[in-house]
């Protein structure tokens, strides 16, 4: 009898470890269906991304040009050429000439001795004429458009060499000899800049309370003639500006942009140049030059676009490709 009591309470222990393997079988089974469930929505899931803020045009939104360095009678006629039929079909309503757009070499440039008899031929005169009329032609092509004309180091060798003279002359009252010998042979008189309604940054004058001579501020961008031709000079720019800037002076085309803590993302642009490439007083020296000029697409508010448009070989193709896109 006691036999038959241990068998019947083992086949009841059976009886129930099944119905709790059972009861745990289907409570697993129903977290199985959660679970399931649960990643079934997370497929059906989609992250959503912020909708597209699109920049809209105003009537106030224009081009701006940004001329590099030309140095007058050493134009590169080509990459001249290129240029200036670009600035036909972009109606610039602003352009910003960065200086040396005079060479102001032969007796001006006192700090470089002639070492061919072919740069013998240089004259002021020539320098002169030529800027003349890549103004004249510029202007033609963009009438109504405002002019900035930084002046650059090489239209400071103008007033080193008025100065220079009068010391050695040994005229009684030296600022007056040096600023009638300026009178003669400076900037806005020998491009007639103030007939031509062309406004003028002298080097040895400050603008728009910056820190440095002949260097503006047009909305959000800073223009100057260049302190650096170092080999990471964009890097120079955009750090002692802590803003963004546009300069010349070094003829690369160069650009470099840093995040800041307090001024966001800002950045420092070199169009490269509209001269030549490779002139006699470099000797055998290989230039890193390179022909361009810079365009900024300017919206109301002062924010701007810049693109450092380049001319190879005499020949720009960003007129063209912007046609196909558009």
């Known amino acids: 009898m006691a036999n038959l009591k241990r068998e019947i309470n083992k086949d009841q222990a059976k009886a129930d470890e099944i119905k709790s393997l059972k009861a745990r079988v289907k409570s697993q089974g129903k977290l199985l269906d959660q679970y399931e469930k649960q990643i079934e ?16 045009s105003s009537k106030a939104d224009y081009v701006r040009v940004v001329i590099p360095d030309t140095h007058g009678c050493y134009a590169d006629k080509e990459a001249m050429r290129a240029f200036l039929d670009d600035v036909k079909h972009l109606k610039p309503k602003e352009v910003v000439l960065l ?12 700090h470089h001795t002639m070492g061919y008899v072919s ?6 005169e020539m320098d002169c004429m030529a800027t003349n009329s890549f103004l004249d032609e510029l202007q033609e092509l963009c009438p109504g458009a405002d002019f900035h004309y930084l002046e650059g180091n090489h239209e400071r060798r103008i007033e080193k060499y008025c100065i220079t003279s009068a010391v050695r002359s040994g005229a009684p009252n030296i600022q007056r000899e ?3 010998l300026r009178q003669l042979y400076a900037v806005e008189n020998v491009l007639s800049l103030d007939k031509r309604k062309i406004q003028l940054y002298r080097q040895g004058q400050f603008y728009h309370d910056l820190g440095i001579p002949a260097t503006i501020k047009l909305g959000r961008c800073h223009f100057t003639h260049g302190c650096s031709t170092s080999v990471n000079c964009a890097k120079v720019h955009v750090e002692r500006f802590n803003a963004n800037v546009c300069y010349g002076h070094s003829h690369r085309a160069d650009s470099y942009m840093i995040r800041t803590v307090s001024q966001g993302v800002i950045g420092a642009w070199n169009p490269g140049c509209l001269c030549v490439l490779q002139p006699l007083y470099l000797h055998q020296n290989v230039s890193n030059w390179s022909h361009g000029y810079g ?3 300017v919206t109301s508010s002062g924010d701007f676009l810049h693109i450092n448009v380049p001319i190879i070989d005499g020949k720009s193709y960003f007129v063209s490709v912007a046609e196909r896109l558009s």
């Open 119 to 124: 740069e013998a031929t240089y004259s002021y």
């Open 41 to 56: 929505e997370v497929r059906k899931a989609k992250y959503k991304l912020p909708k597209s803020r699109k920049a809209r």
């Open 99 to 110: 200086g040396d757009h005079l060479d102001c070499g032969g007796f001006l440039a006192q």
């Open 178 to 180: 040096a600023e009638h």
């Open 295 to 297: 365009l900024q697409l």
